[in-house]
């Protein structure tokens, strides 16, 4: 009992720092699309999207979500990670959010890392309105289910230019206007790139679709020809903005390819591949 009373406190910390810095994890869901639509089974985003999971008190939580970008290896958010110690997560791969611990897509992690200059930043009012760095890895400690797939990273070098159209996909609320809506799935969504600032995608959420609460390491990928691409996971609002209908942050993958790919050495985990992909929009 005690036990799982640590563990629920650890998550409502989490909660309350993503929080801040808008980027709040439901407590009993994560990864959410708002204004998108259902993923079915049979789909390539559920073949590499994945959910972080936390067992509390013998019950599944979604807390985050991530990215299978090599057959043992997983991309999320580095604030997805910064309690891992105390707050063991799990990999879940499936369209339906798991209702026990023993769901079947449950994988077990052997190791979790971020990026070592992960900041969270303050405007000159206090509040935490972005993230820099906020990338982190998941070497997996067994095998991925039958059917999972592991997605390319758009390599350094390759310039996007507004509006290229995005990707998202992740599990959790469809919708936080009045009354918070939960999702049992994973759901998807397009959006607009309209600017690129250093190793930070921003993305145009006014027309009512995009990463909301509890979004963090979620795909933002580009739609080609040789398939998904991954260029950004979710990080959070933009320029503090307290709802999810303005514009979102996506943490360059690319940007943090040195990094990414040391780690996975270091990992001892397979390296994932980096393509040099134009959009097909």
Not at 110 to 120: E, I, L, M, S, V
Not at 170 to 181: A, D, F, H, S
Not at 209 to 221: E, I, K, L, V
Not at 265 to 272: D, H, S, T, V
Request: aromatic share 4%.
């Amino acid at each position: 009992m005690r036990s799982g009373k640590i563990m629920l406190t650890l998550l409502c910390l989490l909660l309350a720092a993503c929080s801040s810095q808008n980027e709040s994890l439901p407590t009993n869901s994560s990864q959410a699309i708002v204004g998108g639509e259902e993923v079915l089974a049979n789909d390539a985003l559920t073949s590499s999207t994945v959910s972080l999971v936390a067992n509390i008190s013998g019950a599944p939580v979604s807390v985050c979500s991530g990215v299978l970008i090599s057959h043992n290896l997983v991309i999320t958010a580095a604030h997805c990670l910064v309690n891992f110690d105390q707050l063991p997560l799990v990999v879940y791969f499936g369209a339906k959010l798991p209702t026990t611990m023993e769901d079947p897509g449950m994988v077990a992690v052997a190791q979790a890392t971020f990026h070592k200059q992960y900041t969270r930043v303050k405007d000159g009012w206090g509040r935490y309105v972005t993230t820099l760095n906020d990338i982190g890895l998941i070497k997996l400690a067994e095998e991925i289910p039958a059917g999972a797939q592991p997605v390319a990273i758009l390599d350094q070098g390759i310039e996007l230019q507004s509006p290229t159209e995005l990707l998202l996909a992740g599990y959790g609320i469809i919708n936080e206007v009045g009354e918070v809506q939960q999702a049992d799935g994973l759901n998807k969504a397009r959006v607009n790139l309209v600017n690129v600032e250093d190793s930070i995608l921003v993305a145009d959420h006014r027309d009512g679709q995009g990463a909301c609460r509890g979004d963090s390491g979620g795909p933002a990928f580009l739609e080609t020809a040789q398939g998904l691409v991954l260029v950004a996971v979710t990080r959070g609002a933009h320029g503090g903005a307290m709802n999810c209908r303005s514009f979102g942050e996506y943490t360059s993958a690319s940007y943090h390819k040195q990094m990414i790919l040391e780690q996975a050495r270091l990992m001892q985990a397979e390296a994932p591949q980096f393509v040099a992909v134009p959009a097909a929009n």
